[in-house]
């Protein structure tokens, strides 16, 4: 017997596209109220926080060292976020979640306390996590769901020449450059190419556009919305799936270390 959709699951599959155009009428109607403006790029004097967070950008690059000591157990965008399935189908974008629009990780956090800090002094953080794009990639043009909400990359790995790792926003291309960061809106339709010859990996970061009220509670609002999302509630759950399955990969191996270290009993 077929088993049925949970209701939320079968609410937003009939809502989703409707939706989606609401929250373009929402953009429309309240960009205006943007302390920043509308542009694809924006200037990080902006955003106070950057400061501290290029000042610190070595701290994090150390605790993500760490995290690639096992970039074999680390997730392909894809399993996390099935959404992502229309952008990336193979294992070179690779993603460890901090956080995910009111859902942390506790054991990704753990293992990078620092950078999770760091993530907790931006204004209005909604997500972050380390992005890794293996060489070869490309990451086809989309666009973002939501003007409500600024992105942020802080450059940690960048393979030279920088040319050949870019990044389109708009009609408007820039390069990523270690230990800085750059700010745009991904609603603009965005395009990212890797032609480097090594894994280039930035810190990714999405934030509250700030706006004037009454729009900053407008958009309050509907970013809680979005959080309740089937979108956001079953990568939430893939996650923590995912960490079970490295959880019991680690524990296999330790056992099997373990016994191989026990001493053998003669007769």
């Not at 894809?78 to 629009?101: M, P």
Request: aromatic residues 10%; proline residues 6%; neutral net charge.
């Amino acid at each position: 017997m077929e088993t049925k959709p949970p209701a939320r699951e079968r609410f937003w599959k009939a809502v989703k596209q409707p939706a989606f155009k609401l929250l373009q009428g929402v953009e429309r109607a309240t960009v205006r109220y943007s302390k920043v403006g509308d542009k694809t790029f924006f200037d990080n004097d902006d955003f106070p926080w950057v400061k501290d967070l290029e000042a610190n950008w070595k701290i994090i690059r150390a605790e993500l060292d760490e995290v690639l000591k096992e970039r074999e157990l680390v997730p392909s965008f894809q399993d996390v976020s099935t959404d992502q399935i229309a952008l990336s189908q193979d294992d070179k974008w690779k993603t460890f979640f901090l956080y995910g629009y009111g859902f942390k990780s506790e054991t990704n956090c753990a293992k990078c306390p620092e950078t999770a800090r760091l993530m907790e002094q931006i204004p209005g953080m909604k997500s972050a996590m380390f992005s890794i794009l293996a060489p070869g990639k490309h990451i086809k043009d989309h666009r973002g769901p939501y003007k409500g909400v600024l992105r942020c990359h802080l450059g940690l790995i960048v393979p030279e020449p920088r040319e050949k790792i870019r990044i389109r926003v708009g009609n408007d291309f820039r390069h990523w450059e270690e230990g800085k960061c750059m700010v745009f809106d991904d609603t603009f339709n965005h395009e990212v190419w890797h032609e480097g010859d090594s894994q280039r990996v930035v810190l990714f970061i999405d934030f509250v556009r700030p706006f004037r009220q009454p729009v900053k509670a407008i958009n309050n609002g509907v970013i809680k919305l979005i959080a309740w999302s089937p979108f956001v509630q079953n990568a939430r759950k893939n996650l923590e799936a995912w960490e079970h399955k490295v959880e019991q990969i680690r524990t296999t191996s330790q056992n099997k270390e373990q016994a191989q270290d026990e001493p053998v009993e003669q007769d």
